[in-house]
C-alpha cells in the first residue's frame, strides 16, 4: 500500500482544514486507518483512527469533538476533517495503514505510511 497525504496549509486558530490521503492497493478496504501528527521537537502522537468495515473511530483526547476522520472506500481515500483548529496542531500529518484492520492508536501497529502533509495554525 502506497499512501498519499495533502490537504495541509497556514489557518488561523479556530480555522478548518480537511486533510485527504490517497491509497494504491486493491486490499485497501481491508486496512485499519489511522493519522498521526508530529510537532518539531516532539514525538509523533496519534490523533485518530478508523476501522476498515463498520467506520468504528478512535480519537486521541485533545482531538475529540473538533476532528473527524472518515474514509471512503471505493475511492481508496481517507479523510481528516480538522474544526475549531488550535495552535497545538501544528504539525506534519502522516496518514498510515494498518493490515489487522482495525482503528488503532498504537503506531507499532501501522505498516505503512504516507510521507506527510504540513498544518500550521497561527494564534
Known amino acids: 500500500v502506497q499512501l498519499q497525504a495533502y490537504g495541509g496549509g497556514l489557518v488561523q486558530a479556530g480555522g478548518s482544514l480537511r486533510l485527504s490521503c490517497a491509497a494504491s492497493?486493491?486490499?485497501?478496504?481491508?486496512?485499519?486507518m489511522g493519522w498521526f501528527r508530529q510537532a518539531p521537537g516532539k514525538e509523533r502522537e496519534f490523533a485518530a483512527a478508523?476501522?476498515?468495515?463498520?467506520?468504528?473511530?478512535t480519537y486521541t483526547d485533545s482531538v475529540k469533538g473538533r476532528f473527524t476522520i472518515s474514509r471512503d472506500n471505493a475511492k481508496n481515500m481517507v479523510y481528516l476533517q480538522m474544526n475549531r483548529l488550535k495552535p497545538e496542531d501544528t504539525g506534519v500529518y502522516l496518514c498510515?495503514?494498518?493490515?489487522?484492520?482495525?482503528?488503532?492508536?498504537?503506531?507499532?501497529?501501522?505498516?505503512?505510511w504516507g510521507q506527510g502533509t504540513q498544518v500550521t495554525v497561527s494564534s
Open positions: 498510515a495503514a494498518s493490515y489487522r484492520g482495525y482503528a488503532s492508536s498504537n503506531a507499532n501497529t501501522y505498516a505503512y
Open positions: 478508523i476501522t476498515w468495515d463498520d467506520g468504528r473511530t
Open positions: 492497493g486493491r486490499t485497501f478496504s481491508t486496512y485499519g
